[in-house]
Nanobody
Framework: VQLQASGGGLVQAGGSLRLSCVDSGRTFSGAAMGWFRQAPGKEREFVAR????????DYAESVKGRFTISRDNAKNTLYLQMNSLKPEDTAVYYC????????????WGQGTLVTVSS
C-alpha cells in the first residue's frame, strides 16, 4: 500500500480533526490528489481534491466552508482539515491520486475512520 491515511478518531459535533495521507511510493509525484469518504451503508463519495501545485481546489457541497484540503509536496503528504464537524461526516476517509475519481479496480486501502458524535 503506497498511500496511508491517518488522523481519524472520535470527536464531538462542532469539533475538528486533521487527516493526513502519506505516500510511501511515487503516487504523489506530479499528481492531483483527492479525499473520498464512505459512510456505513452508503456509496463512497468525493470530498475534496487539489492539483499538484495546490493552486486549485474543489470541494463537495456538503463540506464547503468547513473542510480545507492542502498538501506538502516536499513531505509527500496530503491533508484534510475538518472543522465544524457534523454527525453526518462520520465515515471512513480515503485518499487517492488524480483529479478524477479512481477506476473501479483501484485499491483504496484501509482509510481512516472519523466518528462524530452528536
Amino acid at each position: 500500500v503506497q498511500l496511508q491515511a491517518s488522523g481519524g478518531g472520535l470527536v464531538q459535533a462542532g469539533g475538528s480533526l486533521r487527516l493526513s495521507c502519506v505516500d510511501s511510493g511515487r503516487t504523489f509525484s506530479g499528481a492531483a490528489m483527492g479525499w473520498f469518504r464512505q459512510a456505513p451503508g452508503k456509496e463512497r463519495e468525493f470530498v475534496a481534491r487539489i492539483t499538484w501545485s495546490g493552486s486549485t481546489t474543489d470541494y463537495a457541497e456538503s463540506v464547503k466552508g468547513r473542510f480545507t484540503i492542502s498538501r506538502d509536496n516536499a513531505k509527500n503528504t496530503l491533508y484534510l482539515q475538518m472543522n465544524s464537524l457534523k454527525p453526518e461526516d462520520t465515515a471512513v476517509y480515503y485518499c487517492a491520486p488524480g483529479w478524477r475519481r479512481p477506476s473501479p479496480s483501484y485499491y483504496w486501502g484501509q482509510g481512516t475512520l472519523v466518528t462524530v458524535s452528536s
